[in-house]
Antibody, heavy 120, light 106 residues
Framework: EVLLVDSGGGLVQPGGSLRLSCAAS????????MSWVRQSPGKGLEWVANIKQDGSQQFYVDSVRGRFSISRDNAKNSVYLHMNSLRAEDTAVYYCARDLRYESYIFGHWGQGTLVTVSA | DIQMTQSPSTLSASLGDRVTITCRAS??????LAWYQQKPGKAPKLLIQRASSLESGVPSRFSGSGSGTEFTLTISSLQSDDFATYYCQQYSYFSTFGPGTKVEIK
């Protein structure tokens, strides 16, 4: 069974940093692109970033480029989202998601989500 | 950026009703369109990819159609498990989601 477990969310002040983690199991991790998708009441669902199977390519939505960084550790079957210079508008539930095997940017499995709240 | 719109934003329907949700893209996305179902407190679930390909395990009462800029999701006979919010998503150029359509009980 495919399982994605998200963690690391919490309350952080504007300008602060946070690292989200996603532990994957139940599939061959190195076969898949992995993504982070967030959901906020104001902006709905938004793809945030993704990373290639070997970690050699990463892509970001414009609103987080330069502030967020996605990485993966294939030895630990884990993907991470490093978030810096956080803003109030980054407040959302963040989901780790597994892309389809042969198509990127479409998400067949999701984690349970972890809530990030940016507030003073 | 490709913008996605959905209509209606809320839909009230009864069990057994045929339901149709429309999704429009700001430019042509060929058939690079997916549909997701989301229930409160849960992650979205992929229903359909490439505009009309049903994911494994998704009931056949769900169907998708369209190409270019206009797409539809149809539920042929609404069941109690179908009351949820539905999102379209383009993946022609990176990824953008629509704002969602909430299907509620009439």
């Amino acid at each position: 069974e495919v399982l994605l477990v998200d963690s690391g969310g919490g309350l952080v002040q504007p300008g602060g940093s946070l690292r989200l983690s996603c532990a994957a199991s139940g599939f061959t991790f190195t076969d898949y692109w992995m993504s982070w998708v967030r959901q906020s009441p104001g902006k709905g669902l938004e793809w945030v970033a993704n990373i290639k199977q070997d970690g050699s390519q990463q892509f970001y939505v414009d609103s987080v480029r330069g502030r967020f960084s996605i990485s993966r550790d294939n030895a630990k079957n884990s993907v991470y989202l490093h978030m810096n210079s956080l803003r109030a508008e980054d407040t959302a539930v963040y989901y780790c998601a597994r892309d389809l095997r042969y198509e990127s940017y479409i998400f067949g499995h999701w984690g349970q989500g972890t809530l990030v709240t940016v507030s003073a | 950026d490709i913008q996605m719109t959905q209509s209606p934003s809320t839909l009230s329907a009864s069990l057994g009703d045929r339901v149709t949700i429309t999704c429009r893209a700001s430019q042509s996305i060929s058939r690079w369109l997916a549909w997701y179902q989301q229930k409160p407190g849960k992650a979205p679930k992929l229903l359909i990819q490439r505009a009309s390909s049903l994911e494994s395990g998704v009931p056949s009462r769900f169907s998708g159609s369209g190409s270019g800029t206009e797409f539809t999701l149809t539920i042929s006979s609404l069941q109690s498990d179908d009351f949820a919010t539905y999102y379209c998503q383009q993946y022609s150029y990176f990824s953008t989601f629509g704002p969602g359509t909430k299907v509620e009980i009439k």
